[in-house]
Every structure is written in structure tokens, then in C-alpha cells.
């Protein structure tokens, strides 16, 4: 099992991030990039209530830079990241027999990843 402090630094890093410069950058996407690359890598050393509440916490920090800078160059990043914490939180809800909020979760996943793929001119 990777330490119970490793997951709040993840969040705490990104925290940090957003503080120094609340407009959001470059480097925070890379940050919410890595946070979600380390709980998708780590997905199984954790108990799901615990990632569940960190990855929530995580989309929840996110959330407000999405909505205030969506047309910038790196909010595609941005949005693609809050859509797999969402898959993520799906999958964790299904997990804790959670069996509308793995629903709600694979719905704002979907909505997130067409955002996302709008933005940057891609086609799903």
C-alpha cells in the first residue's frame, strides 16, 4: 500500500497550485494530470473510501477553474482530467455499492470527455 499521507499530497500539491495562481496554467493541467495518473496507478492500494474522498476532493478543486477558463488553451486538459476523476469516482462508487452515483458519475465522465473533445476540435 502506497502511505496514507501520499494521496492528500497529491491533492495538497495541486492546492498549492491553484493558490499561487488561481487563474490556473499549463502546469496546473500537468498537476491534475499527475493526480489522476497516480489514483488510476494506485487504484487498488487504497480502500475505495478513502480514493473515493480524495478524488472528489480533487474534481472539487478543479471544478471552479473549468468553469471560469474554459476556452484557454490548457482547459481542454483541464476537462479531460475532472471527466476521468469522474470515471474514477464511477468506478469507486460501484465499488461502495453506490449504484446511481456510478451512473451519475459515467454520465458526467461522458459530458466532460465530449466538453473536452469539442474544445480541442476533436471527434468522439
Avoid at 502506497?2 to 496546473?28: F, I, Y
Avoid at 480502500?47 to 473515493?52: A, S, V
Wanted: glycine share 4%; charged share 20%; hydrophobic share 45%.
Amino acid at each position: 500500500m502506497t502511505t496514507a499521507a501520499g494521496l492528500p499530497a497529491v491533492r495538497e500539491s495541486l492546492h498549492l497550485a491553484l493558490l499561487a495562481d488561481p487563474q490556473s496554467n499549463v502546469g496546473t493541467a500537468e498537476l491534475a494530470e499527475a493526480a489522476v495518473e497516480h489514483y488510476a496507478l494506485n487504484y487498488s492500494k487504497h480502500p475505495p473510501q478513502i480514493l473515493f474522498n480524495e478524488a472528489r476532493e480533487v474534481r472539487q478543486l478543479l471544478t471552479p477553474v473549468v468553469q471560469s477558463e474554459p476556452d484557454a488553451s490548457y482547459g481542454a486538459d483541464i476537462q479531460r482530467q475532472v471527466g476521468w476523476l469522474s470515471a474514477l469516482l464511477g468506478n469507486l462508487a460501484f465499488h461502495l455499492d453506490d449504484l446511481t452515483g456510478a451512473r451519475t458519475s459515467r454520465a458526467r465522465f461522458l459530458a466532460r470527455v465530449r466538453a473536452a473533445c469539442c474544445a480541442s476540435s476533436l471527434v468522439i
